[in-house]
């Protein structure tokens, strides 16, 4: 039987192209009122997960 995608972690991470395991910024969700401008812009961007773990999503994210 084909094991299922985690929709879970479909939600909050992405695969590039190249195989790069990409997540959102933290800091976004509430209290963002008291932060600068600039911050806020900086913080909605994506990251590189780090390769140890990308190698644990992307297992757990194919379907």
Do not use: C, Y
Request: net charge positive; no cysteine; proline share 5%.
């Amino acid at each position: 039987m084909k094991a299922k995608t985690r929709k879970s972690l479909a939600s909050r991470f992405k695969v590039t192209g190249t195989g790069k395991v990409m997540r959102r910024t933290t800091g976004q969700d509430h209290l963002r009122q008291n932060k600068a401008k600039r911050v806020k812009q900086a913080k909605h961007s994506w990251v590189e997960v780090p390769p140890p773990l990308a190698k644990k999503i992307k297992k757990l994210m194919r379907g």
